[in-house]
């Protein structure tokens, strides 16, 4: 399947600095990816979806303000926990799929942060 | 909200077939069913995923009831690394731009030695 990474793989931050993860798509164009936020013992959470070139889309209850995402390409993605705090700490993880019919989504490796 | 029903944990012996049940009594005609899987501390991972008929890849089977409404992730001969969280995720056909996996709690699937 193809291939998905992410950067870094984990990060400790102070409280109240910001913090950028990085998607790439590294065999295929990604038209859509979404990053997915997942707290201990619990399933994955859709947080956004962003189109290259365009605004990303924030589901219910996720602030825009304090998670920022560029799809700035077809290969990569950003996305940035701005002031950071502890209740933030989560494993990030992004997802990108292509545009072909097929339909398969493709997940990066996650992203551990922890905010102290 | 997830579409769909897993049994929240089942054990399998190594070597043996894995079948992992999942209920999607609301699934729509358009909407597709996927498998995915996380190993501790990764990100998901698909496997397969179907419409109406069954299929077959280098990982699983896949085996959709004829009314859709369940279907079975097969796991002909299971190995320590399959233990893991199995997602079973209905989700509409491509066609828009954008479309959302919706993950519920899945299934934890022990394989034991």
């Known amino acids: 399947g193809a291939v998905v990474s992410q950067h870094p793989s984990w990060v400790i931050c102070k409280s109240g600095t910001s913090v950028k993860i990085e998607c790439r798509s590294l065999?295929?164009?990604?038209?859509?990816m979404f990053w997915y936020r997942q707290f201990p013992k619990q399933s994955l959470m859709l947080m956004a979806t962003?189109?290259?070139?365009?605004?990303?889309?924030?589901e219910q209850g996720v602030e825009k303000d304090k998670f920022l995402i560029n799809h700035a390409s077809l290969t990569l993605s950003t996305l940035t926990v701005t002031s950071a705090h502890p209740e933030d700490s989560s494993f990030y993880i992004c997802?990108?799929?292509?545009?072909?019919?097929?339909?398969?989504?493709?997940f990066g490796p996650g992203t551990r942060l922890t905010v102290t | 909200d997830a579409k769909t029903t897993q049994p929240p944990s089942m054990d399998c012996a190594e070597g043996r077939a894995a079948n992992l049940p999942c209920n999607h009594s609301t699934i729509s005609g358009n909407e597709y069913v996927y498998w995915y899987r996380q190993i501790h501390s990764q990100g998901p991972q698909y496997i397969i995923h179907g419409l109406k008929n069954n299929e077959t890849n280098e990982m699983a089977s896949l085996i959709i009831t004829e009314d859709r409404k369940s279907s079975t992730l097969i796991l002909p001969h299971a190995t320590l690394r399959d233990t893991a969280v199995y997602y079973c995720i209905v989700r509409a056909a491509s066609g828009g731009s954008n479309y959302k996996l919706t993950f519920g709690k899945g299934t934890l699937l022990t394989v034991n030695p």
């Open positions: 962003s189109n290259e070139g365009s605004k990303a889309t924030y």
């Open positions: 065999d295929f164009q990604a038209t859509t």
């Open positions: 997802s990108a799929r292509g545009g072909s019919e097929s339909g398969e989504q493709y």
